[in-house]
């Protein structure tokens, strides 16, 4: 199975008086992650999309649990992959992987190819939903 | 209905190259109001949660739907109310009003009473789940 | 004297594992009270300055003085003043007050009006700069 | 001269509606990198610090001067060095290079080792401040 997998470190900045990562700031990784997906995998970084082909990639849908805490100076795995590839949408599941491989938080989100005025939404250029396949999970159809 | 509302204005600092909302900024600003809602409706702020009762309001779990943007300038509501009490968590939904009362984005989320050192749940102080029955939606049960 | 000045509260996102607000999040608040010193004093919106004049007001340079930290649940004023106002640039204090009007950050910065596309300077709109004038602390000139 | 450095991508959440780095988010990254100085180039992580010796290093001063824009996507380079090295301070100049060295920011600021509780300062730890020390440019005493 295709997956997409990041490091990160739990850094200062990311927790709070309890030592415990902040959640907006997970939501900050998450993007990074899915920013570097682009960037990395796709073939396509935000500012290509946005500046030449004039679509975005704004979130439409998330579903988040967080089961266990992140700790300053933990290192974590992030790694997504896709359910499911449509014209305009992807639908993508993303794991915090803690110590041994524990799951600490999973998201389930769905990002839309939308016009950069925001006026509606746009197919994916072809090139970026052909590699989206590529990262399709088992049993999954797009 | 009991709810709480907060006025927000969508600033520079909250929005991306696209001149929209950026989804993490989105998810402080829905820290800022749940944090209000503890500290004036509540009467017991994250602070002294924390420092002397010895607990903390992490997030369980979250569903967001963003379903318009919020631009540069717009000045919205943020509208909380609660659809579930336990003894160690809350469920809470928030509309993000704009202009006219459309709804923007919604958001259903889980706090839990946990312990300082995340080591378990914990009862939210008796005073405070007194009053978070006050803000239950019509139709719902503590 | 003239003076601008906007109430935070020291939140639970803005503060780190010692309790203390962190820096970066300092300048977060800084970068509102300006934006809101734009808008409601100067009678223009940083979004209205971009969209219809087609300029920005960067930051040029900033010098700050962490004297005393800001914790978690603190309530702390904001002060700006202006000591200089140019063609394109403009030069301005801004204070942050704790209990008692202690003291506890102190900015010295300058921002510079320029091109949306950043190719260079341009003139302040001149309302704008009429009204800075009016911030102008005593003994300065502009 | 010994050095520190770290590549930094300018990411989508760090750019505002005109494209350009948000100068909060450069705060954001130079924390980072003095972080991630402390904890790969010092042998001592914030987390430990604060955790085993129970000190900080929160920021005593700052000066910054943004000279050329940073723009999405971009990829930058943070180049740290050591001014002075004090008993309780430590005073840095940390450069941002772009495309063929053009130097975009620049600070110099000063942080200060203090008691976790913020009530006074501390001496560094012996064996971070002989690491500093490697790091001191040419010509600074120490």
Same mark, same amino acid.
């Given at each position: 199975?295709?997956?997409?997998?990041? =490091?990160?470190?739990?850094?200062?900045?990311?927790? !709070?008086?309890?030592?415990?990562?902040?959640?907006?700031?997970?939501?900050?990784? &998450?993007?990074?992650?899915?920013? %570097?997906?682009?960037?990395? /995998? &796709?073939?396509?970084?935000?500012?290509? &999309?946005?500046?030449?082909?004039?679509?975005?990639?704004?979130?439409? %849908?998330?579903?988040?649990?967080?089961? /266990?805490?992140?700790? $300053?100076? !933990?290192?974590?795995?992030?790694? $997504?992959? #896709?359910?499911?590839?449509?014209?305009?949408?992807?639908? $993508?599941?993303?794991?915090?992987?803690?110590?041994? %491989?524990?799951?600490?938080?999973?998201?389930?989100?769905?990002? #839309?190819?939308? =016009? =950069? !005025?925001?006026?509606? /939404?746009? !197919?994916?250029?072809?090139?970026?939903?052909?590699?989206?396949?590529?990262? &399709?999970?088992?049993?999954?159809?797009?």
């Amino acid at each position: 199975m295709p997956v997409f997998e990041k =490091k990160k470190k739990i850094r200062f900045g990311h927790t !709070d008086p309890a030592g415990i990562m902040f959640y907006p700031r997970y939501f900050e990784l &998450l993007n990074e992650v899915v920013e %570097d997906w682009f960037d990395e /995998a &796709l073939g396509m970084s935000f500012g290509v &999309l946005l500046g030449e082909h004039g679509v975005g990639a704004p979130l439409g %849908d998330i579903q988040t649990r967080f089961m /266990a805490p992140c700790r $300053l100076g !933990d290192h974590v795995v992030f790694r $997504l992959n #896709v359910s499911e590839v449509r014209r305009a949408t992807v639908a $993508l599941t993303v794991l915090v992987l803690g110590g041994g %491989d524990e799951v600490r938080i999973t998201s389930k989100l769905v990002l #839309v190819c939308a =016009k =950069k !005025d925001m006026s509606g /939404a746009h !197919d994916w250029p072809q090139s970026v939903q052909d590699r989206m396949k590529g990262y &399709l999970e088992e049993g999954c159809l797009s």
